[in-house]
């Protein structure tokens, strides 16, 4: 991973925390929000190959650890998206090429939000952290899944082409 | 044997995750690294934040009614359009006749009390993956606000101000699952312990093992020492069932919060306390109501006479009004 696309994944990882704080956290959606974010970061994560997803993850965490409503300390969502990025990798190898094949694509992005949501929420536990009832949480994580597959058809195309846009020309060959 | 890939990118693993593991570290050992960092964060994102409350509603009402626009008619796209715009303006002015309805509550209740407060309002909320219960406001350090500060609305307690920059502040909401408040029931006076629950809903758990609760038992703030975070005499909730199992040692009830958190949108931050405590004096007094009981009338009859001719009339028989 070349340290331009570095650069321009974290430049474009800020714009979508910016938007996902000030913008989509003022919908009410029924049930639970939706994360624009965890969307766009495990989206460039599964397309990435094994190192590409830890640094990636590493740094997508970074970023939503600087969110000024969460109450976690700073590294738990860099420490929850590393390991996301590594068993998303991983698994990914066993699928092939996503671009070809849309529904794996949305149910492997889906997927992956829950996953890490659960992994954060564990790792919460671990910490002491309260985050309420089983009920609420399942609610929240269950929601967050059904909001991402529901608008992963439409947000999904976007993200190949902007991963194109920042590849050095030897990444394209 | 595994490839050189494979093995680069699990000492990358272990070198991020240790990374990581060090970031927490720090921060739970008081090493002021999220103050700082999340402070930055709230102070880039208020001014967006704001932005995007002020135009983000009368925006998205002006498109939904100007669906029709672009009509052929020079003069009915012209009509349409300031129907529009009037639309929206009406739709505008609704808005604000909201906010000053939810200020004027506000600031009614603080008045009651005799609270100095700030007025803000809530341009932002916390997003679900980071599980708190959070508002952000457009008030801060420069308007007064510090943290630990009481929150209220017009019907009751909001919450308490976790964080601050010069322009905004962050809410910690009294539904967030880490929030505790001491509370008196307004009937016994006996004191409790009131625990956010991620909804509308809240426990109550009573202190005084030989205290009673009752449903619909009104729920004030007991205060705290110094009067941070919370001063007394906030109104905050309605007990909605008890719990009468005799598993535990204290008395348990469900409550239900005066305010509702979903629809807020303009909050007041008690900067000062009253001189005296306000006590019972904020519980909202339940509206009186009348009950009218119609008494049958038994039906009788119309007695016709010979000699008169029938006239139509338009005022109703007393039978048939008490009848109605």
């Known amino acids: 991973m070349s340290s331009f696309r570095i650069a321009s994944s974290a430049l474009f990882l800020l714009l979508v925390f910016v938007l996902q704080e000030t913008l989509i956290a ?12 965890l969307f766009a970061l495990i989206g460039l994560i599964s397309l990435e190959d094994r190192s590409g997803a830890l640094i990636l993850g590493f740094l997508g965490g970074l970023i939503l650890d600087l969110s000024p409503t969460t ?21 990914k190898e066993s699928i092939g090429d996503f671009t070809t094949r849309p529904l794996a694509f949305v149910l492997f992005v889906s997927a992956g939000v829950t996953f890490s949501l659960f992994v954060y929420l564990f790792i919460g536990l671990l910490l002491g952290e309260n985050n309420g009832s089983l009920a609420r949480l399942v609610s929240i994580v269950l929601g967050n899944a059904f909001w991402t597959i529901l608008f992963s058809p439409v947000l999904l195309p976007i993200l190949p082409r902007l991963r194109r846009l920042s590849l050095t020309s030897r990444e394209r060959i | 044997m ?19 593991l060090f970031f ?26 704001r932005a995007v409350s002020s135009a983000f509603s009368p925006v998205g009402n002006f498109f939904s009614n100007i669906k029709n626009f672009g009509k052929t008619k020079a003069r009915v796209t012209e009509l349409e359009a300031a129907n529009a715009k009037l639309q929206a303006q009406v739709i505008f002015n609704k808005e604000i006749q909201g906010e000053l309805t939810q200020l004027r509550g506000a600031l009614d209740l603080a008045g009651r009390a005799g609270y100095t407060v700030v007025a803000a309002r809530v341009i932002g909320k916390g997003s679900t993956s980071t599980f708190s219960e959070t ?3 457009d008030a801060g350090s420069r308007d007064g606000i510090h943290p630990d500060m009481t929150v209220i609305a017009a019907s009751g307690l909001v919450g308490v101000v976790k964080s601050v920059t010069s322009t905004s502040a962050i809410v910690l909401l009294m539904s967030d699952p880490s929030f505790r408040i001491g509370v008196r029931i307004a009937r016994t006076q006996s004191a409790g312990v009131l625990l956010g629950e991620g909804d509308a809903s809240y426990i109550l758990q009573l202190l005084d093992p030989a205290g009673t609760i009752k449903v619909g038992d009104e729920l004030v703030s007991l205060g705290s020492d110094g009067n941070k975070p919370f001063v007394p005499g906030i109104p905050i909730g309605r007990v909605s069932s008890v ?18 958190l979903q629809t807020v949108g303009v909050v007041s931050v008690i900067t000062k306390m009253a001189k005296q405590n306000p006590k019972d004096s904020l519980v909202p007094t339940p509206i009186p109501t009348v009950t009218v009981t119609a008494q049958p009338v038994p039906f009788t009859p119309p007695v016709l006479l010979p000699s008169t001719s029938p006239t139509p009339s338009s005022s109703p028989t007393p039978s048939s009004q008490a009848t109605k």
């Open chain 2, 243 to 260: 719990d009468n199992s005799s598993a535990s040692l204290t008395q348990q009830a469900t409550v239900i919060g005066l305010t509702n």
């Open chain 1, 71 to 91: 109450d976690s300390p700073v590294g738990q969502w860099a420490f929850t998206l590393t390991i996301a990025g590594y068993l998303l990798s991983t698994n």
């Open chain 1, 26 to 37: 003022q919908i009410n959606l029924p049930i639970a929000g939706f994360s624009l974010y």
């Open chain 2, 24 to 49: 927490i570290t720090l921060d739970l050992r008081g090493v002021s690294l999220a103050k700082g960092s999340r402070s930055v964060t709230q102070s880039v994102l208020a001014p967006v934040q």
């Open chain 2, 135 to 137: 508002f952000t406001i």
């Open chain 2, 2 to 20: 595994a490839p050189a890939g494979n093995n680069r990118s699990r000492l990358l693993l272990v070198v991020l995750l240790v990374t990581a």
